[in-house]
């Protein structure tokens, strides 16, 4: 293993450590559990957003506490979800009044953790709704298996949401927003290589040079299949138009209750891409590929997306939620409406995405 | 009976289990899962083993409710909440006692599964830790009924367990990340299962 790393079991300290001391006119990080919430303390009046996972997705979500996108993030141990109490206590130092919204990718962890964690916020009187992010299409169905992973889409719903709470929507109403840009958000990941997380020491698969991974998640995991490497082309018309044909996907996600005062399951259908659509295009690094790299295979997605008659109305390109130093890419499209657009194009201001201000 | 002391020795022995098996339990976290398994547990136990002192002067349902506090705030994954609500609900049905027949840790290892069922909605066949916890339930609540001894009934269950790992090698994975590889996971042993037996081996090895 060749890392810039200390000891494994500080590496998430440390890290933390370097992010306060680079941006602490944006966030303070929080040690004893650790959390990140923004330097200005809570925001009064407004929702606050606040998302966790496993660490080694960098920027995403700690890069993205700031004006404009989340009030605090939880930072679990690399690639393992973080803990209730964290999100608890992050929930506590966030609210400002107008309770608390959790994004929560869809991994069975994760979802566990944060349910348990609002479950403790509630007890505190603080008003809480997790809304489950589920956009990986590699993922066929949700009966026998955990569901489809939330990979991309979790970026572009982190920033547009946290538009609508600088703009004062409520928690239905933002909850209502994440759960729609969820329903209209596809993704599909593939890697080159593996990567080795740092308390491991080792790959977390082996890949012959000639090779890829097809249908990835962000946790180094393999993929749904193996396959000889192809040309930039060729990948990224595989993905794309499985996108954009992917079938209506229904499935069960848990939300809060607030009339029965319990966990729901509601089920959710989405409906595929189709003709006329205005897409956000996202074209993610997982960490080790380029961004000069990423532009081949936009400018593959773009021509292909142009055939199929959806609009791309605005993009964003590079590594935002990764899996430590994988070579790989995925590809987010997100259908959008004028508002949705209005909210992507506001103003924000975090370690991770900056515009606008 | 298993006296509280021997419930104190069994968590210590977690530990070192644990311990020992923290790169075998990682290592097959990274043929289907993501490489973590065997790194959450320790580090978990071992959170539990720095505070082994406050567990002490409790009663054993509280012992077991305060493993399963640290566990959660410590473990992550979905190991945290489902073996922090596993030891959860031992604790809780353990109550106030300072020792248990072997009809009631039959009881309480029943409570414990429940508690993780509900918490993780997995059914026996879909390749996780309920593929060990269930058998060695069923197993432990036939031979207190037929009135053997608690190390024999123990005995019997960590048999049972190491079947129920064996049994998880063939199983497709349906609930956990392992579900994302369907067909792929066919073939590899269940990292969950796997400590689900430590955690029964050690409370063998506590009684010893
Ligand atoms: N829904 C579930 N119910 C019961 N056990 C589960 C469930 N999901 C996963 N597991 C168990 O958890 C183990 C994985 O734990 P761990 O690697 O620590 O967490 P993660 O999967 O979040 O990385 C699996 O091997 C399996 O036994
Ligand atoms: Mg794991």
Redo the contacts with the bound molecule.
């Keep these: 293993m060749k890392k810039l790393i200390n000891k494994p079991d500080d590496v998430i300290r440390e890290q933390l450590e370097g992010m306060q001391a680079a941006h602490a006119d944006l966030l303070k990080v929080n040690y004893e559990p650790f959390y990140i919430t923004r330097a200005g303390g809570p925001v009064k009046g407004k929702v606050a957003l606040v998302s966790g996972g496993g660490s080694g997705h960098e920027p995403m979500h700690g890069g993205f506490v700031g004006h404009g996108m989340l009030h605090a993030a939880c930072p679990g141990e690399v ?3 973080p803990t209730p109490d964290q999100m608890h206590e992050a929930a506590k130092a966030a609210d400002g009044g107008a309770g608390v919204l959790n994004i929560v990718k869809n ?3 994760d979802v566990m953790n944060f349910e348990m964690a609002a479950e403790l916020a509630m007890a505190d009187g603080i008003k809480v709704q997790n809304i489950v992010i589920d956009d990986d299409i590699a993922v066929k169905d949700s009966l026998y298996t ?1 569901g489809r992973r939330g990979v991309g889409s979790t970026v572009l719903i982190e920033k547009i949401c946290g538009a609508a709470s600088e703009k004062g929507y409520d928690l239905e109403k933002l909850s209502a927003l994440c759960r729609t840009l969820n329903q209209n958000g596809r993704s599909m990941g593939m890697a080159l290589t593996s990567c080795i997380t740092p308390g491991n020491g080792e790959p977390s698969f082996e890949i012959g040079d000639d090779e890829m991974e097809i249908g990835i998640g962000i946790h180094g995991e393999p993929g749904i299949k193996r396959d000889k490497i192809k040309s930039v082309d060729e990948i990224t018309e595989m993905m794309t138009v499985s996108i954009i044909e992917d079938k209506p996907y229904t499935r069960k996600l848990k939300e809060w209750d607030f009339g029965k005062n319990e966990w729901v399951e509601r089920e959710l259908t989405d409906e595929p891409l189709k003709k006329g659509d205005k897409v956000i295009a996202f074209v993610n690094s997982m960490g080790g590929t380029p961004v000069s790299e990423l532009y081949g295979v936009y400018r593959k997605m773009a021509q292909i997306t142009d055939k199929f008659g959806l609009k791309i109305v605005r993009n964003l390109i590079g590594p935002y939620i990764t899996s430590l130093e994988m070579q790989g890419c995925s590809i987010t499209l997100m259908k959008v409406d004028d508002e949705m657009i209005k909210l992507w194009d506001a103003p924000v201001y975090t370690p991770g995405l900056k515009w606008g201000k | 009976m298993l006296k509280k002391d021997h419930v104190l020795s069994w968590i210590n022995r977690c530990y070192e289990v644990l311990e020992e098996n923290r790169q075998y339990l990682t290592k097959l ?1 990274t043929a289907i ?2 490489a ?2 065997g790194n ?2 320790h580090r978990g136990f071992k959170k539990v083993h720095i505070q082994f002192e406050t567990l002490q002067d409790k009663d054993i349902g509280a012992i077991l409710k305060s493993v399963a506090m640290t566990l959660i705030s410590s ?1 992550g ?4 909440p ?1 073996y922090g609500t596993f030891f959860l609900q031992m604790g809780t049905k353990a109550g106030s006692k300072e020792e248990l027949s072997p009809k009631e840790v039959a009881q309480i290892w029943r409570a414990g599964l429940e508690g ?1 069922k509900m918490r ?3 059914e026996p066949g ?1 390749k ?3 593929d060990v916890l269930t058998p060695v339930v069923e197993s432990l609540e036939r031979d207190v009924e037929a009135g053997k001894s608690l190390v024999e009934a123990i005995d019997q269950a960590v048999e049972a367990a190491e079947k129920g790992v064996q049994d998880t090698i063939p199983l497709i994975a349906r ?4 579900s994302y590889l369907g067909e792929r996971s066919k073939g590899h042993q ?4 796997t400590s689900s037996k430590l955690i029964l081996q050690a409370l063998r090895d506590s009684l010893s």
């Design positions: 690639f393992t979800s991994y069975t962890g955990a | 976290d899962g993501d973590d398994h959450n547990m473990v994954g979905a190991s945290g489902l993780v993780g909605k997995a879909d996780t830790m309920v609930k956990g990340r392992a269940d990292p969950g299962a």
